[in-house]
């Protein structure tokens, strides 16, 4: 295990948790709720281990697949545990301004600045208003996902002659040659049963935090900005520029709707490829073909920002925010003690976890796909999450999901804009 060294607000933090591996919380019990089961569970027990052998703490985990309905029932009947960890920061907010959460410890917003890539970013994302209006940090990161990936066969760019574009300048012109040379640049594919249409909600994001402040995405989040605004608009239409092109799609733009997403990367393993390159999340592997060694037969690359744009590299995601539903000291000390580099490397060192963490050691992930991931995560210097999933679901995981099937159906970005707002406004 590598030894970190700290100063400045990070001294400050880890001199509060001076006191762990002296056993002082014996005979405490903490409970701890959270989304995970199966081999996460696993993982997260053994971070909750080690906490427990420090501290002497009686940490007890449960584990659920209904998490969110759960925690309300809880709260409400006034049994919630200690740390409830959840895995969208709208849940986390709606039960800060219902008084359900308590403030995390005095420094924690300043160590998460210092010490998290991004930081600011993270603090923003964790900061709620409480039952009088008043904004505190009531949650810390840990565990986090990175959506802004390209995927691609090394080899069939090796074949080509293409190189990794640096910039989203670059990747525009890579498409444009591939087509030039013959081939079919993107594999894009939108469906998903009852979903149909949220992977192009990830694009629209991407493109958003390409082409405006994050301070934009932000307030269109929150509707501050609605959603017919021109920025939006434009974000949207950026997208259509891969999308919406025939020459630029496996099967044309007619079939981008219709191709299910998980099998519209199977296109970059055909031989001749029908595609180079397919911009999804970290998950897709999932659902590569068997025996698809990711490093080796495939690999990705970072969504790139424009050169000519002064926004810097952001990056989109998802991650779990820790909370204090029902406050005590081993509650407040498991939120230092995820402040250690260990809490960070023991579930680096499994399977499925990605940190903002700068002071972990990634060469203790056992899976090189990840490290390379991580090292995206830690090069951001904006981290924005998910922004379909900080909407109002009518409109999150509603019109957006069908404003973007109708939008590469052939209706016009702005009447999309406009619908999909006006569903926003019917919600008020």
Request: aromatic fraction near 12%.
């Amino acid at each position: 295990m590598k030894i970190t060294l700290y100063s400045g607000v990070a001294a400050l933090a880890i001199s509060a948790s001076a006191a762990f591996a002296d056993g002082h919380l014996t005979g405490q019990q903490l409970t701890v709720f959270g989304p995970w089961l199966g081999p996460d569970q696993e993982s997260v027990e053994a971070v909750l281990a080690e906490f427990e052998r420090q501290t002497g703490a009686d940490v007890r985990y449960t584990g659920s697949d209904s998490f969110e309905q759960q925690i309300v029932i809880d709260a409400e009947a006034g049994s919630a545990p200690n740390i409830a960890v959840f895995p969208q920061p709208g849940l986390a907010a709606d039960m800060a301004r219902r008084g359900f959460l308590t403030p995390l410890p005095e420094g924690t917003a300043d160590w998460v600045r210092e010490n998290y890539a991004a930081g600011q970013s993270w603090v923003d994302l964790g900061t709620y208003a409480g039952p009088d209006g008043k904004k505190d940090l009531y949650g810390f990161f840990y565990k986090v996902d990175v959506k802004s990936l390209v995927w691609y066969v090394p080899e069939n760019f090796e074949d080509a002659g293409y190189e990794v574009p640096q910039t989203m300048e670059e990747l525009k012109a890579l498409t444009e040659q591939i087509v030039a040379d013959g081939g079919t640049p993107w594999c894009i594919g939108l469906g998903s049963g009852g979903a149909t249409g949220w992977p192009a909600t990830d694009w629209v994001e991407d493109l958003l935090l390409r082409t405006q402040p994050p301070e934009v995405y932000d307030a269109w989040v929150n509707n501050e900005i609605p959603f017919n605004d021109p920025r939006i608009v434009a974000a949207i239409e950026e997208f259509g520029w891969f999308a919406l092109n025939d020459k630029f799609v496996a099967g044309g733009s007619d079939a981008v709707a219709s191709t299910d997403f998980r099998d519209s990367p199977k296109g970059l393993f055909s031989s001749p490829p029908q595609c180079y390159m397919h911009r999804q999340a970290s998950f897709i592997p999932a659902f590569f073909p068997e025996g698809t060694v990711v490093g080796e037969d495939v690999d990705f690359f970072y969504f790139p920002s424009y050169a000519s744009k002064d926004l810097g590299n952001p990056v989109l995601g998802a991650g779990t925010v820790w909370a204090i539903t029902r406050d005590s000291e081993a509650a407040r000390e498991l939120i230092r003690f995820l402040q250690k580099p260990e809490a960070h490397e023991i579930w680096m060192a499994r399977k499925g976890f990605l940190t903002p963490h700068k002071g972990v050691n990634t060469d203790v992930f056992s899976d090189p796909t990840l490290k390379k991931m991580n090292d995206i995560l830690l090069g951001a210097t904006t981290f924005r999450f998910d922004g379909s999933d900080l909407m109002p679901g009518g409109v999150g995981a509603g019109s957006f999901w069908t404003g973007m099937v109708d939008y590469v159906s052939g209706k016009p970005a702005q009447q999309v804009a406009d619908e999909i707002q006006a569903s926003w406004d019917a919600l008020k």
